[in-house]
Antibody, heavy 115, light 109 residues
Framework: EVQLVESGGGLVQPGGSLRLSCAASGFTFSSYWMHWVRQPPGKGLVWVSRISSDGSTTTYADSVKGRFTISRDNAKNTLFLQMNSLRAEDTAVYFC????????WGQGTTVTVSS | QAVVTQEPSLTVSPGGTVTLTCGSSTGAVTSGHYPYWFQQKPGQAPRTLIYDTSSKHSWTPARFSGSLLGGNAALTLSGAQPEDEAEYYCLLSYGGARLFGGGTKLTVL
């Protein structure tokens, strides 16, 4: 079964850091570009970042540029999102998404930035 | 940065037809924006219905179709069902970056 499972969310203070992971299974992870998408509580979807299949190309939303870093470990079938200098407005459910028509979504992991 | 616009809410009668639109503040939406459409129901992860303007996934009901219409991307639902009541989001590509619209709450009533 093709699956994406996010982890690493939690409560963090403003200015803190968090690293999200997304474990992929059921497909050849190294062949696909991947995205992170987030959804603040009660609000709409927000695209965050994407990474090429080999990790050499990355793109970020303006709102996270310079603070977040997307990366991947194809040997471990895992996508990452390193989040630094976190702000209250980064509070959201974070989804990882496979970029083949954005056909596979994880269930999300919740990040709460609050003191 | 561009802004992607959608109708905040729409209502359709069961069996009726409705068109949701997706516009860009930078000008006309074209196939080069590779428009996507997603459906999200409360408490669930989004599900992709349409990609690259009009392509469907295997799970996309035949009653949904995507197109370009009057300078916008469009999602048309023909023969609405009660289970189609949901939030719908479009996504446009701007080079490497992507932007979501604010979403359309579709009520089937």
């Amino acid at each position: 079964e093709v699956q994406l499972v996010e982890s690493g969310g939690g409560l963090v203070q403003p200015g803190g850091s968090l690293r999200l992971s997304c474990a992929a299974s059921g497909f050849t992870f190294s062949s696909y570009w991947m995205h992170w998408v987030r959804q603040p509580p009660g609000k709409g979807l927000v695209w965050v970042s994407r990474i090429s299949s080999d990790g050499s190309t990355t793109t970020y939303a303006d709102s996270v540029k310079g603070r977040f870093t997307i990366s991947r470990d194809n040997a471990k079938n895992t996508l990452f999102l390193q989040m630094n200098s976190l702000r209250a407005e980064d509070t959201a459910v974070y989804f990882c998404v496979r970029d083949w028509g954005m056909d596979v979504w994880g269930q999300g992991t919740t990040v709460t930035v609050s003191s | 940065q561009a802004v992607v616009t959608q109708e905040p809410s729409l209502t359709v009668s069961p069996g009726g037809t409705v068109t949701l639109t997706c516009g860009s503040s930078t000008g006309a939406v074209t196939s080069g924006h590779y428009p996507y459409w997603f459906q999200q129901k409360p408490g669930q992860a989004p599900r992709t219905l349409i990609y690259d303007t009009s392509s469907k996934h295997s799970w996309t009901p035949a009653r949904f179709s995507g197109s370009l219409l009057g300078g916008n991307a469009a999602l048309t639902l023909s023969g609405a069902q009660p289970e189609d009541e949901a939030e719908y989001y479009c996504l446009l590509s701007y080079g490497g970056a992507r932007l979501f619209g604010g979403g359309t709450k579709l009520t089937v009533l």
